[in-house]
């Protein structure tokens, strides 16, 4: 690439981090960027997502975690995605647990997603992470939802879109029981989804990538690439293991997972 090319390609990251930096604190969603910028690569994609993070730093957000999406099947088909991506979760997503969100609060058409949040015990720095060295450093998994949004109306399609976007990271809600991981098996974890009370999901964590600790080991390697890692006390948000539900004022969600694991609500309010 000849000097004017990525000079021009280093200016349009930056003006794409602001925009988005600008629409998540506004809460105006912009334009789909592949509608001006088409030919914006992954790479570049993720250097967007780099930018708009070090803006939110510079502004005194601090990073408690990360997250992995589009890893369950059906998810990528609604999306029509077909990879996963990942995401930087700051303080100023956490939701603490009891409190009703405001739709007032979000982006336009948020949605709810219930996942397993794995808390790290000690740094997990990849290329090479397997799964096995993923459980050793986990300290245990958390119930947990996240409200998805997005920053692009219409809605993003592409992978690109997404990762520029923090790969959609909204409204994390945690549990607050912390399960060891040691003697479950984390593929066969159930869960049901009620709202209002009235059952309207199920599944279990195999979803997940077949198992929600390859999530972990993914994230640890694909972050690897970008010289980052995964650090003790971190937040690891693995993904959906239902579908995505749109959520409107009035409504109360509740997962209950079985092992043991706990349950949690979250109501939604004007």
């Excluded at 303080?91 to 808390?119: C, K, Q, R, T, W």
């Excluded at 409204?171 to 098996?185: A, D, Q, R, Y």
């Amino acid at each position: 690439m000849c000097e004017k090319q990525s000079t021009l390609r280093t200016a349009r990251i930056k003006d794409i981090a602001e925009r988005l930096f600008k629409a998540e604190t506004t809460k105006q969603p912009i334009a789909p960027i592949h509608d001006e910028f088409p030919d914006l690569t992954l790479e570049e994609a993720y250097a967007v997502q780099m930018a708009a993070a070090e803006n939110k730093l510079a502004s005194g957000w601090k990073i408690v975690g990360k997250k992995v999406g589009l890893t369950n099947k059906e998810v990528q088909k609604q999306r029509g995605i077909l990879e996963p991506d990942y995401g930087h979760i700051f303080d100023h997503n956490i939701i603490p647990e009891g409190d009703p969100i405001s739709i007032a609060s979000l982006m336009v058409h948020p949605v709810i997603e219930v996942e397993l949040a794995f808390v790290m015990r000690r740094d997990l720095i990849g290329p090479g992470v397997t799964v096995a060295k993923a459980y050793h450093a986990v300290e245990g998994i958390l119930p947990a939802f996240e409200i998805v949004e997005r920053r692009m109306y219409p809605l993003s399609k592409t992978i690109e879109e997404s990762v520029c976007d923090n790969a959609a990271c909204g409204k994390i809600v945690l549990g607050s029981k912390l399960t060891p991981i040691e003697n479950l098996n984390l593929k066969s974890i159930g869960v049901y989804l009620e709202k209002n009370g009235s059952l309207i999901d199920s599944a279990c964590c195999a979803t997940v990538l077949g198992t929600p600790i390859m999530s972990v080991a993914w994230l640890a390697n694909k972050l690897a690439q970008f010289g980052v890692g995964l650090y003790e006390g971190e937040v690891i948000m693995t993904g959906s293991i239902c579908l995505m539900h749109p959520i409107a004022p009035g409504e109360n969600y509740h997962a209950v997972f079985s092992d043991n694991i706990g349950d949690l609500m979250v109501s939604f309010v004007s």
